[in-house]
């Protein structure tokens, strides 16, 4: 079983940087890809980056590519996400979230999720 909390969203604007982190419990952390999904107001939830076993291998939607970079430290237990140069657009509810699938898009292979974190960016 992983446990994941979600923190560092809040209200920014557009153009400035941003970085969330993912903590998670248990001793199996490195067992399990990581992945964030973003959910807007109205809106259906949706794939954003997801990071492999060892953090090698990384994966973006294309609306993040060149912007987002996901990692995750295993000896700390965290995921992160940096976002650079954010958008209105990018105002959404991001969600941490554990699969056993690494480079995933797809919600139904993630096991374990996060209750979330409010990222705001503001013209």
């Known amino acids: 079983q992983v446990q994941l909390v979600e923190s560092g969203g809040g209200l920014v604007q557009a153009g400035d940087s941003l970085r969330l982190s993912c903590a998670a419990s248990?001793?199996?952390?490195?067992?399990?890809?990581m992945g964030w999904f973003r959910q807007a107001p109205g809106k259906e939830r949706e794939f954003v980056a997801a990071?492999?076993?060892?953090?090698?291998?990384?994966y973006y939607a294309d609306s993040v590519k060149g912007r987002f970079t996901i990692s995750r430290d295993n000896a700390e237990n965290t995921a992160y996400l940096q976002m650079n140069s954010l958008e209105p657009e990018d105002t959404a509810v991001y969600y941490c979230?554990?699969?056993?699938?690494?480079?995933?898009?797809?919600?139904?292979?993630?096991?374990?999720w996060g209750p979330g974190t409010q990222v705001t960016v503001q013209v």
């Open positions: 979230a554990a699969s056993r699938v690494p480079g995933s898009p797809r919600e139904y292979e993630y096991d374990y």
């Open positions: 248990g001793r199996s952390f490195s067992m399990y890809a």
């Open positions: 990071v492999s076993w060892g953090g090698v291998r990384t």
